[in-house]
């Protein structure tokens, strides 16, 4: 018999709707809350965020923007396994102009620029190369943007704009084999059928350096998690950049160009920069600083089955379990406090399913006879990389990785 | 100039589009209005089959509220995004809102008369008042 408190999640930080708490205000409840909305705990607000069914594809997500669509996970989602579901995998486009027909047959992703061979290749040469799988956490550049003290300008995520997924494919490596690198490659340059509304404006491109490219382990997804890709998530073909923010996986992916120098377009030499800074963190004003293109993840840790202000009974024993990414390698360390990071205690670890997914850990507190418990989560990963007790600031809101902290209340 | 005169559906997005293009701008047509294929194909190979994709994205919804004093935004930007994500922003200054709407001129080209900008800023400004 558990003897967390019914009231737990009940939560605070995402408070529901009335009728939505009277009825028991749980993850299972997901059905009825498709007309009502979340509230996300962002310090100094707007708050309130519709939830929505609307979108093909796709169970209740938060509704950041209709369009083009940038669709949040309910953060309960994250506690129910440590593969995210395809039909709440969070949601992120730059441009409006997307497909939202397909004709898998008619697809092909071309193979050009500074190469022996410029290729197109359909999606049955594709399915018969030889396939790649791994597990991998997808995170936006600026998931928890709308956490970030003084708050900036973008898209206001809290922590639910990442997700896990097992990923199948190519290598890009043996894509490139087949069309041949010259000599004198030094990157390489993805882009997507979706386009700008306006012309003129920047097609959405990204690009990685060749070497990164040809590792191995950077492949091109046909599938989520055993299923074909939702549209919203780049159906039918995505780039997939293990260790990487999401701002590279490329989504609809059918064009791909060796360049023989470095890329100057808008989307790697201005936007998705960052200060060349521990944390690329800087301090509110502050300008002179290097800056350049984001690149590999930070180690990250959550509490899942515990939302911010839930109350506990004075004296139980609470279990507290939650998800942990290494960023670009694994998890070796999930740790707890239970006083505000005075002491910590090693959480157990659950299965390991890959160095770049997420990794499930357990632990348990026991409550005071009164007071509140702040709990924190930190992660640390096989580099020895540890979470920061401190956030950091950028102007983007880019690549939050702070400590996370919870008060529970004692009653 | 002419006002979009109810919730933006998908033929007003293109109603918006047209919109922009008496200011100069050349607008994509959306490739929604492609035919879709008669039957839907597959491709399969080595135990994957995947199927051919025939969707349909809900409308953009809401317009900004706030009657005449929306016109210049509801005019102006919501050919390229919804009003949502800009609703939800924290309070910004006004040099970041400025700052903001400069980007979406320059950078991303939206075709925003400069007579316009001054009432989008004034709206984005004074969106911190309507909590």
Known sequence: ?411 | MVLLARPLSRRAAVAGACLLSFVGAAVRPSLAAEPAPSAPSTVSGAGVTLHSLNVEFPDPGRMFPGDSKADAINNNCLACHSAGMVLTQPALSRAEWQSEVEKMRSTYKAPVEESDVPAIVDYLVALKDRK
Not at chain 1, 57 to 70: D, G, V, Y
Not at chain 1, 171 to 184: N, S
Not at chain 1, 383 to 397: C, L
């Open chain 1, 1 to 411: 018999m558990s003897a967390v408190n019914q009231n737990i999640f009940a939560t605070n930080r995402r408070r529901l709707l009335q009728s939505a708490i009277m009825a028991g205000g749980m993850a299972a409840a997901f059905p009825a809350w498709a007309d009502s909305f979340v509230e996300l705990a962002l310090p100094g607000g707007p708050d309130r965020r519709d939830l929505t069914t609307d979108f093909p594809e796709k169970k209740l997500m938060i509704l950041q923007r209709s369009r083009p669509p940038l669709l949040e996970t309910p953060f309960e989602v994250f506690d129910q396994g440590v593969f995210t579901p395809n039909n709440q995998f969070f949601v992120r486009w730059h441009w409006a102009v997307i497909p939202q027909q397909i004709d898998i047959a008619a697809f092909g992703v071309a193979v050009r620029g500074h190469v022996d061979k410029t290729l197109s290749l359909s999606m049955a040469d594709i399915l018969a190369m030889p396939r790649v799988e791994l597990a991998a956490v997808n995170q936006c550049s600026g998931n928890s943007r709308g956490l970030f003290q003084p708050r900036v300008a973008g898209g206001q995520w809290e922590n639910g704009a990442m997700g896990n997924a097992r990923w199948t494919g190519v290598a890009l490596r043996d894509v490139l084999d087949r069309a041949g690198v010259k000599a004198g490659a030094v990157a390489v340059r993805f882009n997507g059928l979706d386009q700008p509304v306006v012309d003129g404006a920047p097609d959405f491109m990204k690009s990685l350096d060749i070497d990164h490219a040809r590792d191995g382990e950077v492949m091109l997804a046909f599938q989520m998690n055993g299923e074909q890709l939702p549209v919203l998530n780049g159906f039918p073909l995505r780039l997939i950049v293990p260790g990487w923010y999401s701002t590279y996986w490329v989504k609809m992916l059918n064009d791909i160009e060796v360049l023989d120098a470095p890329d100057q377009n808008f989307w790697m030499a201005t936007a998705y920069r960052i200060p060349d800074t521990p944390y690329a963190n800087v301090k509110p004003g502050e300008t002179g600083f290097k800056t350049v293109p984001i690149n590999r993840m930070l180690p990250r840790s959550f509490v899942t089955n515990v939302r911010n202000h839930a109350t506990v009974k004075a004296g139980a024993t609470v279990p507290i379990r939650g998800i942990a990414f290494g960023g670009d390698c694994g998890v070796s360390q999930v740790e707890i406090s239970a006083d505000d990071g005075r002491g910590w205690q090693a959480a157990a670890l659950g299965s390991d399913t890959g160095k770049y997914s997420f990794r499930q850990w357990s632990s348990q507190v026991t409550a005071p006879q009164s007071g509140n418990i702040t709990l924190q989560v930190r992660a640390t990963n096989t580099k020895g990389e540890v979470q920061p007790s401190e956030p950091n600031w950028n102007s983007a809101g880019f690549m939050r990785n702070v400590i996370e902290r919870i008060q529970l209340a004692v009653a």
